[in-house]
């Protein structure tokens, strides 16, 4: 905790009712014990003395042994009925599920379903965010079933959070915003104090943020949300908000705070137990050193870690250390070598219907062939690149930007900075595919030096 200070950040989040005044106290507490031991002393001398007390605390600990004993097997049994009953929900008709949770009496309505509910909601987030989002309001209905405890609101307010972030995905960045509001004046009017709720609402809207482009906004609430798991101790989590953290710095063109808080998101991985994570964070920093022209440690962290990654069997993953290797090849004027890499990886991407890697691979080849003179070729990619992305149904306004780039090509005034400020665009257009690209102009802000 000797890493966590008073912020202007954290004094705003309580007077706003977005941090527990008590998660507050807590970090205020743990800092002054660490800077002075006779604070530190006290309090723990008083804590003893309350244990050694006779009294409600000793017969209190007395009691808890038979509390836990009675209430265990009630957990055990709601574990068992929420699976079941999530089952239940599975084998019906998507469209038939939340009248069945409205229709029902007594069951689908437990803390644990709801739990249930926003785990899958998660497991579906990457592959199928549509799927997200109807898990997310089962969760919310089932929420909405409870009894008003302080528990039915925390799980009410985290399903409308989950909800919020799914719709992120889908890419309705209004809707999302808008639900999140909600969420920030739920959490407020019900009291949720829960920090492991509040740190992932957090970690979620900075997503949001970032892909709005909001960058000031994102590191304010990244910077709340780490505070909140490093306090329950939640290294995991600290981990996966600095991943964010790190892709924040870079979208607004910090890189080397990018590089910094990246290589820092690393620390916080066992290579044992999250393998994935650990080898997804290796990979993110190596791409930001290429970018930051340390293609030889980048080149480095592919080295070690591209045959560990196969045993995981993910193509799609794999491929990009070939992508990797192909910038580091391009930056070092191997133009050959960037050649074949970017042509296996647009030959992967284009297989799987993945339109817009393949695009910003096209880009990376074409600028490959620009760097070697070779303007037929840089002319075939561009004239190549409308009709497949056509038919890989890439959103309007990146398929607009897509035919600017093949008439640069044909009239032979393309440029490295034209390729650049259209990657950058095609990567903001993810998120936002009403976003109008403008040449010249890139997304987000210029880079900037920093100490």
Known sequence: MNDLHLSRELLRAVAAGELPPRSFLDMVLDHLFELCPHCASEWAAYQHELRARPGDYARAMALLPTLLEQQLPKAQAEEREAHRDLRDLLELPEDRRISRIRRSYR?????????????????????????????????????????????????QALALGEMANAIRAVGDLPQSDRLFGQVRHFTILGGVSDPEILARLDSLEGSLRKDQCRFREAEEVLKRSRFLYELVGDRRAVGKVMLKVAAVHYQSGKLARAVRASREAVG?????????????????????????????????????????HRTLGEPLLQIRYTWIRGRIALGQRELGSAERSFLAVREIFLNAGIGFD????????????????????????????????????VHREALAALLLFRDA?????????FLRDLGAFLEASRADPNLRFEPGRRPAPKRESEE
Do not use: M
Not at 116 to 140: G, M, N, V, W, Y
Not at 271 to 286: H, I, K, M, Q, S
Not at 409 to 417: G, M, P, S, W
């Open 107 to 155: 069951r689908f309505r437990t803390p644990a379903l709801a739990q249930l509910l926003i785990a899958e909601c998660r497991k579906h987030l990457t592959s199928a965010p549509q799927d997200a989002c109807h898990f997310a309001d089962l969760a919310r209905e089932v929420t909405n079933q409870l009894p008003g405890t302080p528990v039915a609101r925390e799980l």
């Open 268 to 308: 916080y991985f066992d290579p044992e137990t999250d393998f994935c994570l650990y080898l997804a964070a290796r990979r993110n920093l190596a791409a930001y050193l290429v970018d930051e022209g340390r293609g030889s440690e980048a080149l480095a962290i592919v080295d070690g870690d591209e045959a560990r």
């Open 358 to 393: 393949a695009a910003l691979v096209s880009l990376d080849l074409a600028h490959a062939y620009l760097a070697a003179g070779r303007t037929t070729e840089t002319k075939r990619i561009a004239t190549e690149i409308v009709p497949l992305f056509e038919a890989n149904e």
């Open 409 to 417: 090509a044909e009239r032979e005034t393309l440029t490295v900075t």
